[in-house]
């Protein structure tokens, strides 16, 4: 890792690298901010109350020429004869005069339930809805409808009653959160007809009050946004993976083999390549419904590597005596990093995994896999937590040993001086990259949590969300370019040495050793043994 | 209009002096019909409203629309039945809220003008009635629109991307301002004279809408990484017209008394409303305001509408509006016992289906002088 880009840099050339980087930075913003609409919409559904007496399999539409039979309310006198088993919640997507398109990505559909509070009919603790769901597409108005998925779910419904249980509050809704009934990879077809039952027996949709409606709201990433999302991506594929394999060029010409936080940086460059390799435009033509699993899987890859990457780092730049450059001297960090991850993994698979025979499923169905989930999302958030207090203690010690030898600088001969300022500065370099992009992200992430959809700005209506997207993605492209960029092995000597007309390779041997045997001042590490024998070759 | 009048003759057919009198009121009923509150909202009520889901409406058939009201309705016909339930739902609500009170909302059935000459004057019933309506009218649309039963709704073409590719691009617009525009455009088209009573209506009715806007709620729904909140949707829901109702009565509580003001411009006099009173808070475009005292709705009186409290249920253990002193103005009260026979020990399945066992009660029911 010695005689990096960024130690051989000149200031004026560093200056212009990172005006270069904070310009793109800008550019992924505004591109987010001006071009892209905001990423998702959610268009609210009524549900139409349809009558299927003789309950057949039947598609009953909501609307247009071939409209289902309905009642307008369960008030009305033509309700009080049905049986609830009769009862059809019928709703297209998407509205009249519009259709779905492959841009969309994905279709989430989210159950909102009227209920009004009565004395005698109220809801009780801890009740189970159960929804026979069926779901069917078409690609023209004319033709018949084809079915797709069918299922019986049972969802927890979670209502609270501001107001006093009295009979001057009857008529008046409960506060129910929404239940999540659908997720679908894919949006491949033009209309989709959902037609929802609500089945009763003695012990089934039993004490849930009384349901007024059902609204359905259809949540679909916005197709501007995936064109602008896509050709991010596009844009970002050739250039990272062009910089990864210069770095690996690099890399091989030099006579030694790779050290560990090398190799890092290259699976660090190599996950943000997968990362960023646009599949979804194969995902246009394809019906691929597990596209939001191969996302979820890039995202965690690209994250694991990133949390490899700082402890490596961190380890590597800790200047004190003990043994490194083995993954396996990380193995209690990397070990959480992979154990959480993996965690995560399942944890997806078991919910997006089972949507893509399913889309109805749900883990939060059940009791059991509520606790499940829960189990798996607290084991991860503590190995998270684990991994960044065992973090934030190795930065720690980085910093005392840098004050420790910030004290010992002036005393030391001038080679070993210098390596020592390289090692330091490269250190508070990357520290400070870091925190940046750590502290651009969450401070993003609270204003995307807090702000509304977009801010007015003079005639342009700015989409928070969509930067919020767009510029974090950009930010770490950019933070992981700059670091392969800028920790490269230079070609350039260094400026301590005076070697005249030698091969850039050749000056790349002597710099290594010094470093590591700078590292190890009481005695040559595992490190400096390697190095030192590639040498001597 | 004729029915404004039959239903004049038939309080006071005993005496020609009386017929006299229903003569004049049909003269004055010809200006005062247009000045006052909308025929239109005779749609909401009686057996023009049940037929409304079953037969096309006929735009000219709706009494009491003026020319710019008309042509909506030919142009939007089929939310025509959304914007009669809307009023459908602002009366019940209002018949809700104002239960216990000496003026109950009624309606009459046999007279278009729905609610008798009551709202004719600018008074807070009148500022009411009018903002729940609206406020009902942008509801119902609203609903409509999400039903997928009108097809010209939302979705407007404000969002940026290539033209026709709005909803490709960038979805749709929120619905709830379609129904406020309908109700706009629909509800106020008549208000636009320049007298008091214009403007009065028209601040009430934007009350009434900016009230159903100000209730909506956000729910969101979070669906990033492992379903984290990185990626986080929220939409917009209309409230249970319950909330707009107990909104609005606050409101009329609250609301402002306003004197007119007359002021000559280049289109001739213009009426304004002001603050009465210089030392209260001038009200804000979500108030209510009125100019014209209420009567005290106590005896029935042809002339203001009022039909009385008397034979109303009023509730003996209260001390308020709804109490029988207040409610019967003094005259006491009559009590007699009722047995009812009532559902009890039900079991419900969630929509029509409901075994019970009857039960019999015994109440005192307590009714007005």
């Known amino acids: 890792m010695a005689g990096a880009i960024i130690e051989n840099m000149s200031t004026k050339k560093l200056l212009l690298f990172g005006f270069f980087i904070l310009v793109f930075q800008v550019f992924s913003i505004l591109v987010g901010a001006l071009i892209a609409p905001s990423p998702t919409s959610a268009i609210r559904y009524l549900a139409t109350k349809c009558i299927n007496r003789h309950r057949t399999r039947v598609w009953l539409m909501p609307w247009g020429s071939n409209r289902c039979q309905q009642v307008h309310s369960f008030d009305e006198p033509l309700a009080k004869i049905l049986d609830a088993n009769d009862i059809v919640f019928a709703v297209h997507v998407p509205l009249p005069n519009k259709e779905m398109s492959p841009w969309f990505h994905y279709m989430l559909a989210v159950l909102q339930f009227d209920i009004a509070f009565k004395m005698i009919n109220q809801i009780e603790d801890d009740v189970i809805v159960t929804v026979d769901a069926r779901l069917a597409y078409r690609d023209d108005l004319k033709s018949e409808w084809t079915t797709k998925f069918h299922s019986v779910e049972q969802r927890p419904l979670k209502c609270t009653f501001a107001v006093p249980k009295t009979y001057e509050n009857e008529g008046r809704f409960y506060h129910c959160d929404p239940v999540p009934l659908m997720e679908m990879g894919s949006v491949a077809h033009k209309y989709f007809l959902l037609n929802l039952r609500l089945p009763v027996n003695d012990t089934m949709n039993v004490g849930i009050g009384e349901i007024k409606d059902i609204h359905i709201v259809g949540i679909h990433q916005n197709g501007g946004f995936t064109k602008v999302w896509m050709s991010m991506r596009t844009v970002f594929t050739p250039w990272i993976s062009a910089a990864t394999a210069w770095y690996w060029r690099r890399i091989s010409i030099m006579a030694r083999p790779p050290v560990l936080l090398e190799k890092v940086i290259f699976a660090l460059g190599v996950s943000m390549t997968f990362l960023n390799v646009p599949v979804e435009w194969l995902s246009l033509g394809f019906e691929w419904t597990w596209m939001l699993l191969l996302e979820d899987a890039q995202q965690g890859a690209f994250y694991s590597a990133l949390f490899c990457f700082w402890i490596v780092f961190c380890g590597e730049h800790l200047m004190d005596q003990s043994q490194r450059n083995r993954l396996s001297a990380y193995w209690w960090q990397v070990g959480l990093v992979v154990f959480g991850s993996s965690i995560l993994l399942i944890f997806d698979l078991s919910e997006r995994g089972v949507h893509l025979s399913n889309p109805f499923y749900s883990m939060w169905g059940s009791d059991f896999g509520t606790n499940v ?107 992981v370019f700059t670091i392969i960029f800028l920790y490269a092995p230079s070609h350039k000597r260094g400026r301590s040495k005076s070697a005249d007309g030698q091969h850039a390779d050749m000056t790349e041997k002597p710099e290594s050793q010094e470093t590591q045997l700078t590292c190890g001042e009481q005695g040559p590490t595992e490190a400096y043994r390697i190095t030192g024998k590639v040498a001597e070759e | 209009m004729c029915a404004h009048v039959s239903f004049v003759l038939e309080m006071f057919c005993e005496t020609l002096r009386m017929i006299y009198l229903g003569c004049f009121l049909l003269l004055c009923g010809l200006t005062h019909v247009m000045a006052s509150y909308p025929i239109w909202w005779s749609l909401a009520v009686g057996h023009q409203y049940s037929s409304l889901g079953t037969q096309p409406i006929l735009c000219g058939s709706i009494p009491g629309l003026v020319p710019k009201q008309l042509r909506f309705c030919r142009n939007y016909v089929e939310i025509m039945p959304s914007v009669a339930e809307g009023v459908k739902i602002g009366i019940q609500e209002c018949q809700h809220q104002f239960r216990g009170r000496r003026w109950n909302c009624t309606t009459v059935n046999d007279n278009l003008a729905i609610f008798g ?125 319950r909330v707009i109702g107990d909104y609005m009565k606050d409101k009329y509580d609250s609301a402002s008394e306003m004197v007119v003001e007359k002021h000559k411009e280049s289109r001739g006099w213009v009426e304004t409303l002001r603050p009465k009173y210089n030392y209260f808070k001038p009200p804000t475009e979500r108030d209510l305001v009125y100019y014209e005292s209420s009567p005290n709705f106590c005896d029935p009186n042809p002339e203001t509408g009022s039909f009385g409290t008397r ?16 409610l019967c103005c003094g005259r006491g009260h009559n009590t007699r016992t009722e047995r009812r026979k009532e559902k009890c020990h039900c079991i419900f399945h969630w929509c029509c289906y409901v075994s019970c066992q009857e039960c019999v009660r015994v109440y005192d029911v307590h009714t007005c002088k």
């Open chain 2, 117 to 241: 000459p009551v709202l004719d004057k600018a008074t807070r019933e009148s500022a009411f009635v009018h903002a729940i309506a609206s406020a009902g009218v942008a509801f119902a649309v609203t609903r409509a629109c999400a039903e997928g039963s009108a097809t010209i709704c939302g979705c407007d073409t404000r969002h940026k991307g290539p033209p026709g590719e709005g909803w490709k691009w960038g979805g749709c617009s929120e619905d709830v301002e379609f129904g406020s525009m309908v109700s706009r455009e629909f509800a106020d088209a008549r208000e636009n004279r320049p007298d008091a009573r214009s403007a009065m209506n028209r601040h009430n009715n934007e009350a009434g809408r900016m009230s159903l806007n100000d209730n909506m709620f956000l729910k969101c729904k979070c669906h990033g990484l492992s379903g984290s909140c990185e990626v986080k949707t929220c939409w917009w829901s209309q409230p249970d017209f």
């Open chain 2, 311 to 326: 034979d109303r249920i009023c509730n003996l253990t209260s001390h308020g509006i709804d109490g029988c002193d207040l």
């Open chain 1, 373 to 479: 989930a829960f189990t798996f999302i607290i084991v991860a958030a503590i190995s998270v937590c684990l991994y960044f207090f065992s973090l934030c203690r190795m930065v720690c010690c980085v910093f005392r040993n840098i004050g420790g030898k910030m004290q010992q600088l002036p005393a030391m001969p001038e080679a070993r001086r210098l390596r020592y300022k390289g090692i330091i500065f490269r250190f508070k370099f990357l520290m400070l990259l870091t925190l940046v992009c750590a502290a651009m992200t969450v401070i993003f992430f609270i204003l995307n949590q807090v702000s509304e959809g977009h801010w007015h700005w003079g005639d342009y209506t700015l989409q928070v969300h969509s930067a919020f997207l767009t510029g974090i993605y950009g930010m770490w492209n950019l933070y």
